[in-house]
């Protein structure tokens, strides 16, 4: 199956300070990359929907200026969490679909952020 | 609105077998997926349903009526390893998935 990596696995960092999230798409183009927050025993949530070459697409009540979203090429996309908070500490995973498939998403491991 | 509805927790017994129900109402349909999630690691893939009718992988079924709205996972002979949160999720007409709150399936010896 398809592989999606992200790096780093957990951060931790402090509150104030800026963190990037990388996920690759290893074995495939990813034309579309989703990234979701997870807080401890609830489900995934939606934050944002990045399409290879244009701007993000952010869900409601998610800040754009606060989660910064990069897709600049077909195997790679960044949310930086800017001026990090401790509210912001949860769990981010990452998915990517190739333009050959309408629907499956290919998860990341998922980073585990935690802001002091 | 869109909805996913699925029970919060479930609990079965190791070599039992146990139904996770899933009711949907989206804005169209293109297809449903049951994902696992073990505690703090990313979902992993397990069924795809798109017409109705069985899907069977192994241990692991996944029904569909698009009628009805409505989709179950089956798990045959569990193991302690299947306790997790199975995550039930609609492509609606925008290929977008859209998830259920996620079902946690504890497993007692």
């Known amino acids: 199956g398809a592989v999606v990596s992200q790096h780093p696995s957990w951060v931790i960092c402090k509150s104030g300070t800026s963190v990037k999230i990388e996920c690759r798409s290893l074995?495939?183009?990813?034309?579309?990359m989703f990234w979701y927050r997870q807080f401890p025993k609830q489900s995934l949530m939606l934050m944002a929907t990045?399409?290879?070459?244009?701007?993000?697409?952010?869900e409601q009540g998610v800040e754009k200026d606060k989660f910064l979203i990069n897709h600049a090429s077909l195997t790679l996309s960044t949310l930086t969490v800017t001026s990090a908070h401790p509210e912001d500490s949860s769990f981010y995973i990452c998915?990517?679909?190739?333009?050959?498939?309408?629907?499956?998403?290919?998860f990341g491991p998922g980073t585990r952020l935690t802001v002091l | 609105g869109q909805n996913i509805d699925q029970p919060t927790e479930m609990t079965a017994t190791e070599g039992a077998i146990v139904q996770i129900n899933c009711t949907y109402q989206?804005?169209?349909?293109?297809?449903l997926f049951w994902y696992q999630q073990h505690a703090g690691e990313a979902p992993t893939f397990l069924s795809y349903?798109?017409l109705d009718g069985l899907e069977e992988k192994g241990r692991f079924s996944s029904f569909l009526s698009r009628s009805k709205g409505y989709s179950y996972l089956l798990l045959k002979e569990l193991q302690m390893k299947d306790s997790a949160s199975y995550l039930c999720?609609?492509?609606?007409?925008?290929?977008?998935?859209?998830w259920g709150a996620g079902t946690k399936l504890i497993i007692k010896p």
């Open positions: 998915s990517a679909r190739s333009g050959s498939s309408h629907n499956e998403q290919f």
């Open positions: 074995d495939f183009q990813a034309t579309t």
């Open positions: 990045s399409n290879e070459g244009s701007k993000a697409t952010y």
């Open positions: 989206t804005s169209g349909f293109n297809g």
């Open positions: 349903n798109v």
């Open positions: 999720a609609v492509s609606d007409s925008n290929y977008q998935l859209i």
